[in-house]
């Protein structure tokens, strides 16, 4: 996961609305959105929300019937990574397939996190949501309000963080929530001038790149949009769209839509 935007304990209606992009190499082999069956998680895996990294395992993003809800960016620093770290998508899957809740999790994560390349993850449940970043080593209490995660730290302020923080505070001042309008925010696609650009370490034609919030490149880009909606009677709205690349575009060629009340 690349984009995370999201309001969160600050709509009368909603305890959670989230829009993300997915952005992965074109040919990481991929589940979309769906139920897990048995076997693919362990006994609990019925229960779990998510879409599947075919080749690591884990996932990006998943919610469970019984509200709890993970999401993964990773940290954009390629002088920094190993080859042969874990895969950081099994921090997800294992959060959603537990029982512990999200803030002992994210203290036994921290024993270990510098066995991975660097990641921030989100868990939450019905009652709390937290951040981790494994580069700053601590953990992060998220506060009501709107809320960006690229590759670097929550709300950090890279161009496309701030200009999808905006586009998410007006979707949420207009009354009725969708998940086609969370969903239109991600498609944006242009590009900051350069001396707006961070600087990670990938050199100018792919900070170029990975500057608009939808990403296209013949190799690498945007694979799925998700809207997660999170009611705060417990209903639970989630949505993908995923994409291929088609020429110097994508081409949206599916979409997946689910809908269920937390389970008590």
Known sequence: MCLILFSYADHP?????????RDEFHERPTAPLGY?????AGPVSASVLAGRDLRGGGTWMGVTRAGRFAALTNFRDPSANRNGAPSRGVLVKDFLTGHEPPL?????I???????????LLVGDRRDLFCYSSRRGEIQVVTPGIHGLSNRFLDSPWPKVDRGKAAMAQVCSNGRITSEAVLRILEDRRRPSDDLLPETGVGLEWERILSSMFIVSPT????SSSALLVGNGGEIRFVERT??????????VMTRRFRFTIDE
Do not use: C, H, Q
Not at 243 to 252: C, K, L, T, V
């Open 36 to 40: 897990w069956e048995s076997g693919a």
């Open 243 to 252: 994409f291929i690349p088609d020429g110097d575009e994508s081409r949206a």
């Open 220 to 223: 690498y880009g945007t694979r």
């Open 104 to 108: 002992p999790y994210l203290t036994r």
């Open 13 to 21: 209606d909603y305890r959670l609305i989230l829009g993300a992009n």
């Open 110 to 120: 921290m024993r270990n996190g510098a066995s991975y390349n660097g990641f921030n």
